[in-house]
């Protein structure tokens, strides 16, 4: 059985940092691509980071690009995302996502995802 545990969201001023943590389970970590989904309230959702399934590479959209790393431990079999330079606009919840192989790290309709963390950005 496939599981995935965030956790590390928070309540956070603009301009900020925090470390996202998702703890995976029940496959072959190495084996997939993974990413990193939010939906802001009221909003659909929207990717925000994607990694190959050895680490590499990471992709990201432009409205995060430079703010927000994602990688993977593969000892731990734990994706991360470092969000850095938070805005009001990143509030939302957080969601990591298991690819479908080893690059599939865009998608997220119909992909196992966990059940989230919420990361509030406010001053």
């Keep these: 059985e496939v599981r995935l545990v965030e956790s590390g969201g928070s309540y956070v001023q603009p301009g900020g940092s925090l470390?996202?943590?998702?703890?995976?389970?029940?496959?072959?970590?190495?084996?997939?691509?993974?990413s990193w989904v939010r939906r802001a309230p009221g909003k659909g959702l929207q990717w925000v980071a994607g990694?190959?399934?050895?680490g590499g590479p990471q992709k990201y959209p432009d409205s995060?690009?430079?703010?927000f790393t994602i990688s993977k431990d593969l000892a731990k079999n734990?994706?991360?995302?470092?969000?850095?330079?938070l805005k009001r606009e990143d509030t939302a919840m957080y969601y990591c996502v298991k690819g479908r192989d080893y690059t599939d790290m865009y998608g997220?309709?119909?992909r196992e995802r966990g059940q989230g963390t919420q990361?509030?950005?406010s001053s």
């Design 119 to 121: 990361v509030t950005v």
């Design 64 to 67: 995060v690009k430079g703010r």
């Design 51 to 54: 990694i190959g399934g050895g």
């Design 19 to 34: 470390r996202l943590s998702c703890e995976t389970s029940g496959f072959t970590f190495t084996h997939y691509a993974m």
């Design 78 to 85: 734990t994706l991360y995302l470092q969000l850095n330079s």
């Design 108 to 110: 997220f309709e119909g």
